[in-house]
Nanobody
Framework: QVQLVESGGGLVQAGSSLRLSCAAS????????MGWFRQAPGKERERVAA????????NYADSVKGRFTMSRDNAKNTVYLQMNSLKPEDTAVYYC?????????????????WGQGTQVTVSS
């Protein structure tokens, strides 16, 4: 069983950058498609980005395309979300999630494993 732990959140000003990390335990990390989701206060959780288990394919929400980049390092059992040009509307709790051999187009319900989340707050 893979366990996920996010880190890297914080309070930043608009226009700044942050890099989130999600470290996974377990020896089967490389079979998991990984996703980053976020949930803002009073809103539903939305998928931000996903990366295939090989790392060869990614998918981004329209709201973050061109600003966020998701990557993975299977040797380190870690996925990253590089967030540039942050906006106040990016403020949310960010979660990473894992789906074995999943699709980068999968929705929230398909993901089996979730981290505890990390808070990102962007001030204007």
């Amino acid at each position: 069983q893979v366990q996920l732990v996010e880190s890297g959140g914080g309070l930043v000003q608009a226009g700044s950058s942050l890099r989130l990390s999600c470290a996974a335990s377990g020896r089967t990390f490389s079979i998991y498609t990984m996703g980053w989701f976020r949930q803002a206060p009073g809103k539903e959780r939305e998928r931000v980005a996903a990366i295939s288990w090989t790392g060869g394919s990614t998918n981004y929400a329209d709201s973050v395309k061109g600003r966020f980049t998701m990557s993975r390092d299977n040797a380190k059992n870690t996925v990253y979300l590089q967030m540039n040009s942050l906006k106040p509307e990016d403020t949310a709790v960010y979660y990473c999630a894992a789906e074995p051999y999943g699709s980068i187009w999968s929705q929230e319900g398909s993901y089996d494993l979730w981290g505890q989340g990390t808070q990102v707050t962007v001030s204007s």
